[in-house]
Structures are given as C-alpha cells and as structure tokens.
C-alpha cells in the first residue's frame, strides 16, 4: 500500500521568505506525484505534478517541486512567498492504484 | 469547461438523520470519487465510481454509500450521521487518461 508523509504540519514564514515544504512517500514501483493548494474558502487546485522525464517540475504561482527518487521525495519549493501563498497544501502519490492518497496537509501561514 | 460542481454547499444535520450530497464531474470525466477532509486527517478516501459502477472503496463504515448515474453525477449517502461525520465532502472527477484529479468545493456538513 501506498502512504504520503508530510513533515511540516504548519509553518509560518514572512514576506519574501523561501519555502520549502517536505513529501516523503512509501511505494516501490513507478508513482505519478502531485501537489495541491487549497486557499482560505477556495476548494482544492492542482498546484503541479509529475509524471515522468524531468524530476523538477514547475507548477502555478511560481512553485516547484524536485522528485528525488532515491529518497522517495517530492518537496515543494517557492524561492519567495508572498501573503496570498496563505493555504493548505496537500502532496498526493498514486502508485499501485490510480486513486491518489494524500498527506495529512500543511498549513502554511505568510505574514505580510 | 465547467468545473466539478457540488450541492449543497452547506449543511446542518443532527445525529441519526441521513444525508444525500450530490457532485457533477467535469465533462467527459467519467470517474468519481468522494473524500472526506477533516483537520489534521487530511484528505480520506471514501469510494470511487466509474460507469455507474463502484470500482474502489475506502475504510469507512457501511452507513456511507453512494451511486453514479448514466449522466455520470453521483451521489453520497451517509445514513445514520453521528458526531463525528462533521466535514467537509469533496468529490473529484478525474481525467479520461485517469492521471489527473479536479475537485469541487465540497459539502461542509455540521452534525449536531
């Protein structure tokens, strides 16, 4: 079976600050990998995802995320976050099973 | 091309009622699935519903149903609600290619 971990629960960072938010997943085989945004009241966006050919990946709104094979990893990255990246994100991993599972979310708090 | 839509939005509930949500997939997306979001849990897969038909299932107990119709809607009942059914229900559609999920806003429901 398939299962995501996200470290970081809820992370707080400043204007202009660098993000970087941890997905750790378990499965042997090929996976398709993804990162979603929920905003304040908004429902949930695809913010990337990666499927096969170059491991860093470039999504909306100035996000990344790199998938390091060897470490079962598909972090997510903003090099600066700006009040609106306020939000929720989910990293998901669909393996064996086309139904993608979910991490618990972070939460991540940007102070203007 | 309209999002995956949700009704209602909003519910109240009390304990032992039952409730019927409702989600129309994106056209031409023929996959359904349901999941329920609650804080620190994250996203938990509930079922999900392909050609009318019920293809995969998550751990939740018999008292949470649901159906597809022809038109490729679908619907989740939950019978008997207790406290701990409060959440927010969110349907996705996934693409044809089945790579890809798209959700809708979801269904906050309330059991009092």
């Known amino acids: 079976a398939q299962s995501v971990s996200q470290h970081n629960h809820h992370v707080i960072l400043s204007e202009a600050a660098s993000l970087e938010l941890g997905c750790n997943y378990s499965y042997g085989g090929t996976v398709n990998l993804f990162w979603y945004v929920q905003y304040p009241g908004q429902h949930l966006q695809l913010l990337l995802k990666?499927?096969?050919?170059?491991?860093l990946v470039k999504g909306i709104k100035g996000f990344e995320a790199e998938f390091i094979k060897s470490k079962f990893s598909f972090n997510l990255r903003k090099p600066s976050v700006q009040w609106s990246d306020t939000a929720e994100y989910f990293c998901?991993?669909?393996?064996?099973?086309?139904?993608?599972?979910f991490g618990r979310g972070t939460s991540l708090i940007v102070h203007p | 091309k309209a999002g995956v839509t949700q009704t209602p939005r909003y519910l109240i509930k009390t304990r032992g009622q039952q409730v019927t949500l409702s989600c129309s997939p994106i056209?031409?997306?023929?996959?359904v699935s349901w999941y329920q979001q609650t804080p620190g849990q994250g996203l938990q897969f509930l079922f999900e519903?392909?050609?009318?038909?019920?293809?995969n299932k998550g751990n939740f107990p018999g008292r949470f149903s649901g159906r597809q119709f022809s038109n490729s809607r679908s619907e989740m009942n939950v019978s008997t609600l207790e406290l701990g059914d409060s959440a927010l229900y969110l349907c996705?559609?996934?693409?044809?290619?089945?790579?890809?999920?798209?959700f809708g806003p979801g269904t906050r429901l309330l059991v009092l």
């Open positions: 990666y499927f096969s050919g170059d491991p």
């Open positions: 998901a991993v669909n393996g064996g099973s086309y139904i993608p599972t």
């Open positions: 519903y392909f050609s009318e038909t019920q293809r």
């Open positions: 996705a559609s996934m693409t044809p290619n089945q790579e890809t999920q798209y």
């Open positions: 056209s031409g997306h023929r996959s």
